[in-house]
């Protein structure tokens, strides 16, 4: 073999291990809370927080590997759990659904029920939705998933629009519908992504049922504005991840373009089905459709008022932010805001990954991962938290009402 051919092959290798950053070590989270006595409650039930996360050794340390997997493979050895579609009928014609799953273990004291938001152009088919949902079943959670409208197949879109990233009144629906069935549970928001996005603008938009006591967001973006503009750069893959999400959602405007493109609404809002075939990023999707099905004047102001940054001040519930440093779709620069909250705010948690990924959070082995990933543990560890926080302050309201009463 020739020493030119096996410096070539050095040389590959060598980029290889590069891009993979397989020489990167295993580092603890990053904390930012200003609330002690919140902060003992998870340190009590989640320490994966104090202990270096381990990505698979070969190319989990590559935030972009671990997204491209997680799109494409999603979990590992996925359970599919069974559960019950619900049905229900909005007031503008829309028709949600969302699926309901029992715990498989009875012997947890508190009823607590997961309210799970999935990502853009996802649902609760989506195989992380399902290894998450039913690792929360075995913790003794009940579990419910909204089905973003337009994404599944067997359900066919009854208005003139599907999910978008701000509207959150979906969300309100089907927790009101849990509310109805399970009138004393008490419910944990869960948001993966665009859903991170979309429980936080829920919980800080306007006064919410008691039934709510905290919630957890993942790998969302907070800025809707900012991250767009960042994701149209050329460097690092960014126009290439742009481009894939376009095509998600464009996929599914078209999937029911029957409906969505009819004659009527494309007269309706001046819509150009041309205009929405060709559009190359989302914001001139969002230009062609979006914007103007939902009546904004700008894209712009429709980021705007979508971005759950400008709503975290006003969230009066207990709230746990988890994002990579690695995340190929959020910049680091986005984190910024969310840090400075939770470093001001009570009862509020901030962990940062070195490496994750988007959605990723891969662990253990040499190529092969683990079934259940670190952020199938830690979000189920964080509920925990969440549920030990709440009932602590409820001992405390009681055992200071006791002694008012004694004093009296």
């Not at 070590?25 to 009590?44: A, L, W, Y």
């Not at 603008?201 to 008691?210: D, H, S, V």
């Not at 998600?248 to 075939?277: C, F, G, P, T, W």
């Amino acid at each position: 073999m020739s020493p030119a051919f096996l410096a070539v092959i050095a040389v590959i290798l060598c980029i290889l291990f590069r891009i993979l950053n397989v020489s990167s070590t295993p580092q603890i989270p990053s904390i930012v809370c200003k609330d002690g006595q919140f902060m003992e409650c998870f340190n009590k039930i989640a320490p994966m927080l104090r202990e270096p996360y381990i990505p698979t050794r070969l190319w989990g340390f590559s935030g972009h590997i671990q997204t491209i997997i997680h799109s494409i493979v999603g979990r590992v050895k996925c359970p599919w759990p069974l559960g019950e579609r619900v049905y229900l009928a909005l007031t503008d014609g829309s028709t949600l659904t969302y699926d309901l799953y029992q715990p498989l273990i009875t012997t947890v004291e508190d009823d607590i029920t997961v309210a799970i938001c999935p990502g853009i152009g996802n649902s609760s088919e989506s195989v992380y939705i399902r290894t998450f949902v039913h690792y929360a079943q075995c913790h003794g959670y009940r579990c419910a998933v909204l089905n973003h409208i337009g994404v599944l197949d067997s359900v066919q879109v009854t208005s003139s629009r599907i999910f978008t990233y701000g509207h959150t009144d979906d969300y309100s629906a089907m927790i009101n519908s849990l509310l109805k069935k399970y009138p004393t549970t008490n419910i944990v928001s869960v948001g993966f992504s665009l859903g991170g996005n979309l429980i936080s603008k829920y919980l800080g938009e306007a006064k919410r049922p008691a039934n709510i006591i905290g919630g957890v967001s993942i790998c969302q973006g907070y800025n809707a504005v900012v991250a767009t503009q960042w994701l149209l750069k050329w460097q690092n893959f960014h126009r290439f991840y742009l481009y894939v999400l376009t095509e998600n959602v464009k996929s599914i405007i078209m999937k029911h373009r029957h409906v969505l493109l009819s004659d009527d609404i494309k007269q309706r809002y001046q819509l150009n089905e041309r205009d929405i075939a060709a559009a190359a990023t989302l914001p001139e999707l969002d230009e062609a459709y979006t914007r103007r099905v939902h009546q904004f004047a700008t894209v712009k102001d429709m980021y705007s008022w979508s971005s759950s940054l400008n709503y975290l001040a006003n969230i009066k519930r207990p709230m746990v932010f988890v994002n990579a440093r690695d995340d190929p779709l959020v910049p680091e620069n986005l984190l910024e805001p969310v840090k400075q909250f939770t470093a001001n705010h009570n009862q509020s948690l901030y962990i940062e990954l070195a490496n994750g990924g988007h959605l990723g959070f891969y662990e253990g082995g040499l190529i092969y991962p683990n079934p259940v990933t670190w952020l199938d543990r830690a979000v189920v560890s964080l509920i925990g938290g969440i549920v030990m926080s709440h009932n602590d302050l409820l001992v405390a309201k009681q055992t200071a009402e006791t002694s008012d009463a004694v004093v009296i």
